[in-house]
């Protein structure tokens, strides 16, 4: 009985310890006063409003949405077929494949993107351009596809793929109509880590946007440097709203795979 209930304010502490930063940051855009203070001084919304009054931060939040859309639904089409693939057949340097994709997961993303810059400048007239950044948030997000999905494969097994066929239906209308509504749990999860991870990252979107292109992240970064206010604030309690949103999603969709495995 005592062993459980300290183990309970263990983890209360430790989710206290990770959620205050996020309080005072959401409780500081909420002030009344042009510095950020804690607890706040009052209670406005009118950095938000400045926020959404913000061109330039509206035209952030829809190229990084963009960006960050077309990067999880590339990522999608390839990783899911990859991740059967890995999990339905046996190769030589299937390991190493593994390794490989997995690398951008170990890798700090700093690196990853000086990485990426050098190996479009070599290849690409322009490395620096909405297309590679494109590709190189393709990188970034794919190994959350393959990672969630390469599970749901190796748990579902070929049994039920085979007596598809079986009844006639050929690899195509087996994956579309009885593989895919089984695994889409995991797709959607997937799909929503790798979303999430495109929207947030900085190292390398600052290395691989063009001067013409400001993501979300990189406006923040580039903010402050020189400014530490409320609005700065209130733009980072709307990602962290939109990260609780895509928190409660993949919760929902992990839940609701684990429902249906059982």
Not at 47 to 71: G, K, P
Not at 144 to 149: A, E, G, K, Q, S
């Amino acid at each position: 009985m005592i062993g459980k209930v300290v183990s309970r304010l263990i983890v209360f502490i430790l989710f206290l310890f990770l959620a205050l930063p996020l309080i005072v940051l959401i409780g500081a855009s909420f002030t009344e006063v042009g510095y950020l203070s804690f607890p706040p001084k009052g209670f406005t919304l009118k950095w938000y409003f400045e926020v959404l009054q913000d061109t330039s931060y509206l035209d952030s939040f829809a190229f990084s949405f963009y960006l960050s859309l077309l990067a999880t639904a590339v990522s999608i089409l390839i990783g899911v077929p990859t991740a059967q693939i890995l999990a339905r057949y046996h190769f030589f340097g299937k390991r190493l494949i593994e390794m490989f994709l997995s690398s951008t997961l170990l890798l700090p993303q700093i690196v990853f993107g000086v990485a990426l810059l050098q190996f479009f400048s070599y290849f690409v007239a322009k490395p620096q351009s909405f297309w590679v950044l494109t590709l190189g948030h393709i990188v970034l997000t794919l190994p959350y596809i393959i990672r969630t999905c390469l599970a749901s494969f190796i748990g579902l097994g070929r049994s039920i793929e085979e007596a598809s066929q079986d009844l006639g239906a050929n690899r195509l209308k087996t994956f579309v109509l009885v593989t895919l509504p089984l695994i889409k749990p995991s797709v959607i999860a997937g799909g929503l880590f790798a979303f999430a991870m495109s929207w947030i990252n900085v190292e390398v979107t600052i290395f691989l946007s063009a001067s013409n292109q400001m993501a979300l992240p990189v406006k923040m970064f580039n903010y402050v440097q020189y400014n530490v206010d409320p609005l700065i604030a209130a733009v980072s309690a709307l990602t962290i709203y939109l990260a609780f949103i895509l928190i409660v999603l993949i919760d929902y969709f992990v839940e609701l795979e684990n429902i249906a495995a059982n």
